[in-house]
């Protein structure tokens, strides 16, 4: 804090600046204030760091799903990666998209009201000149997308809308609700101008081509649930709700695996000499007795004593005890 000058001190400095016995360089001059981060209120951000973390690790994965749902689609390598997470208004979505374009507009409960799904018209075009028989490395022109057209990418979309059900089911459980498929971004009345959204774009890399798709998620639907957005929030969940869920599946997957279960009767040395002289009907000592029971092996590593016998037309083997490995070292 500076310090406040009485009037005498004030009177004897400003005749010591008058007399010139002092310089104005040479007065203290206050110490430089912290500097304020300049707040625009027209655009106030409503999405935290936390927030904008979070939905990123959500559809990273997510471009994973649809990667693969879309290389089964076409019959061919398809790679789609997120390019960023940031907050803008409507208004500056509904500009920075291509007119015409398929916009998807659906629910995605819990979440209030809609969220759209852009796929612009490269992305579109290719699509369906891979599906149709094309190779999908064409010049596409920029025209009104047709009837045929709108078909085949609403149930394109529709598979890629879904499959945010996976992406978000670590963080929480959704459901989509496909609404409507507009080509007009600029005749949509979803939201006011000025209202906050988070804007995801991806990349799609297919045969050639680069395109983009755009999910655009108003700050008003997800608001209500943006506490499970946080990092910690995630992982403190997953830590106290599905730990005995992640047991149970682990322990039922364990309860599946096949092992392998080998009978030991015997073993014994040759020399090489003798190895090359083997011939069928020779005879080979072990050095297990009649009486003594054989090693069953699991994995190759012994677990119970067994003795041998017939089970039919089969044999077969009685276990008799469990091998105490601390107690046997089995070479």
Known sequence: MAEILSQGEIDALLSA?????????????????????????????KFSKDHIRTLELIHDNYARIISNYLTAQVR????????????????????????????TIFKMPPLNGSVLFETNPQFVFQMIDVLLGGNGNGNYKMREFTDIDKNIMKQINTGLITNLKLAWEDVMEVDVEIESLETNPALNQTLAPTEPVALITFSVEMGKSNTFIN??????????????????YWFRENDEESIEESSSKIKERINIVSMELTAELGRTSVTVEEFLRLA????????????????????KEPGYYAKPGVIGKNIGLQILDQIDKDVESYE
Do not use: M, W
């Not at 790679?79 to 920075?96: A, P």
């Not at 999910?215 to 910690?232: D, F, M, N, R, T």
């Open 280 to 299: 069928v009907g020779d005879v080979v000592a072990l050095d297990t007795k009649t009486e003594e029971p054989v090693h069953l092996l699991i994995e």
């Open 17 to 45: 600046l008058s007399s010139g016995e002092i310089t104005p360089d040479e007065v203290p001059k206050e110490e430089e204030k912290q500097k304020v981060k300049p707040y625009d209120f027209k655009r106030p951000q």
């Open 76 to 103: 061919s390598n398809v790679k789609v990666k997120i390019e960023s997470v940031q907050q803008i208004t409507y208004e500056e979505f509904i500009h920075s998209v291509p007119n015409p374009t398929i916009l």
């Open 215 to 232: 999910i655009c998620i108003p700050y008003l639907s997800i608001e209500k649930v943006l506490e499970k957005l946080v990092v910690q």
